[in-house]
């Protein structure tokens, strides 16, 4: 008799389902306003993966008698829309797919027992991995790898002797698992005020508007706060470009798709200020991280507000409601 499948193991392959399926709209666009080769062939590369994972946690789903996700469909992009992100951001937005997914599949991986399952989300983290790599090496050769800075160390190992170490009022110099965290958030959220600006630009809905023009502020907001504690340490910030998005203002994605795809955005955002602030040694940046935590996510719950308005939001699959079911017994 085949196991059954975990709480754990269910979850991960109806949410890898429901991402994937989003991914592959959004990479079918791509490859239709792409103008660079070997852009090109990472979003391919993005692409195939994108299907792969599709296709098996489908079959995975379904074997095992599992509610697909309603998901996404061709419907939901307009391949003919004009050129709305560049190559560049195109390339960006790869790499920021396969960081996520590197992460993303190694809890899936670690927490599922099923050597069925095991073995989908090892293959899964392998190729995820070639496409993050790949990717990189893309950017690299470009020039347009955006590169964490180079500092300079203290050459001696050194405990903490004093809670001066820790002081918001005293600050001493970051360490470099503080740079690490700072740089990275400042990159993601480049990259969300980046999609939430094309985004603002081509949607007619005038409440999604607003709501992609509030995300803009607070990743912009973000940017800064972020940019002043470098350029206090005398270090450079990764850089953006509005550029990096054109003129256009007819949409190539549903409304459905924008919010979904900011929805998964922010909780990942969400999710790295909370390991950022548990990686602070700096009582200030801890503080900084709660509350940005807090501000990023009330404006994702603004979104979930919009897409149960709408009548788009899924349910993953949930336990059953034995309460109903014993109600239901009693009349």
Same mark, same amino acid.
Not at 11 to 40: C, H, P, R
Not at 142 to 159: A, N, R, V, W, Y
Not at 169 to 180: H, M, P, S
Not at 224 to 236: D, Q, V
């Given at each position: 008799?085949?196991?059954?499948?975990?709480?754990?193991?269910?979850?991960?392959?109806?949410?890898?389902?429901?991402?994937?399926?989003?991914?592959?709209?959004?990479?079918?666009?791509?490859?239709?306003?792409?103008?660079?080769?070997?852009?090109?062939?990472?979003?391919?590369?993005?692409?195939?993966?994108?299907?792969?994972?599709?296709?098996?946690?489908?079959?995975?789903?379904?074997?095992?008698?599992?509610?697909?996700?309603?998901?996404?469909?061709?419907?939901?992009?307009?391949?003919?829309?004009?050129?709305?992100?560049?190559?560049?951001?195109?390339?960006?937005?790869?790499?920021?797919? /396969?960081?996520?997914?590197?992460?993303?599949?190694?809890?899936?991986?670690?927490?599922?027992?099923?050597?069925?399952?095991?073995?989908?989300?090892?293959?899964?983290?392998?190729?995820?991995?070639?496409?993050?790599?790949?990717?990189?090496?893309?950017?690299?050769?470009?020039?347009?790898?955006?590169?964490?800075?180079?500092?300079?160390?203290?050459? =001696?190992? =050194?405990?903490? %002797?004093?809670?001066?170490?820790?002081?918001?009022?005293?600050?001493?110099?970051?360490?470099?698992?503080?740079?690490?965290?700072?740089?990275?958030?400042?990159?993601?959220?480049?990259?969300?005020?980046?999609?939430?600006?094309?985004?603002?630009?081509?949607?007619?809905?005038?409440?999604?508007?607003?709501?992609?023009?509030? /995300? %803009?502020?607070?990743?912009?907001?973000?940017?800064?706060?972020?940019?002043?504690?470098?350029?206090?340490?005398?270090?450079?910030?990764?850089?953006?470009?509005?550029?990096?998005?054109?003129?256009?203002?007819?949409?190539?994605?549903?409304?459905?798709?924008?919010?979904?795809?900011?929805?998964?955005?922010?909780?990942?955002?969400? /999710?790295?200020?909370?390991?950022?602030?548990?990686?602070?040694?700096?009582?200030?940046?801890?503080?900084?991280?709660?509350?940005?935590?807090?501000?990023?996510?009330?404006?994702?719950?603004? /979104?979930?507000?919009?897409?149960?308005?709408?009548?788009?939001?899924?349910?993953?699959?949930?336990?059953?409601?034995?309460?109903?079911?014993?109600?239901?017994?009693?009349?």
């Amino acid at each position: 008799m085949p196991q059954r499948l975990t709480a754990n193991e269910i979850g991960n392959l109806w949410t890898q389902n429901f991402q994937a399926g989003m991914s592959i709209q959004i990479l079918l666009y791509f490859l239709e306003t792409v103008e660079d080769e070997e852009v090109k062939a990472r979003i391919q590369q993005a692409y195939n993966v994108s299907i792969m994972i599709h296709e098996q946690t489908y079959l995975l789903l379904e074997a095992n008698d599992i509610p697909l996700p309603i998901g996404f469909s061709e419907r939901e992009v307009d391949l003919k829309a004009p050129k709305l992100f560049s190559d560049p951001l195109m390339l960006n937005f790869i790499e920021n797919m /396969g960081k996520a997914g590197v992460l993303a599949h190694s809890l899936s991986l670690a927490s599922c027992s099923s050597q069925e399952i095991r073995s989908l989300f090892t293959a899964v983290l392998r190729d995820t991995t070639e496409l993050f790599n790949a990717t990189v090496e893309t950017s690299l050769s470009k020039g347009l790898f955006i590169s964490p800075p180079q500092i300079e160390i203290d050459k =001696e190992t =050194e405990l903490v %002797r004093s809670k001066r170490y820790l002081s918001p009022v005293q600050k001493r110099t970051l360490n470099t698992i503080e740079i690490t965290h700072l740089f990275e958030n400042v990159k993601n959220n480049v990259l969300g005020e980046l999609l939430c600006t094309g985004f603002a630009q081509t949607t007619q809905s005038k409440k999604i508007q607003q709501f992609m023009l509030k /995300g %803009r502020n607070i990743f912009n907001k973000h940017i800064r706060l972020f940019t002043k504690i470098f350029n206090e340490a005398n270090l450079h910030p990764p850089m953006g470009s509005e550029s990096f998005v054109t003129q256009s203002n007819i949409a190539p994605f549903s409304d459905k798709l924008i919010l979904a795809l900011i929805s998964v955005l922010t909780s990942t955002g969400h /999710g790295n200020y909370s390991t950022a602030s548990s990686a602070s040694l700096r009582y200030d940046l801890v503080l900084l991280y709660q509350k940005l935590s807090i501000e990023i996510g009330l404006f994702a719950k603004d /979104g979930v507000d919009l897409m149960i308005k709408n009548n788009w939001l899924e349910e993953p699959p949930q336990l059953i409601n034995r309460r109903k079911i014993f109600n239901l017994r009693q009349e």
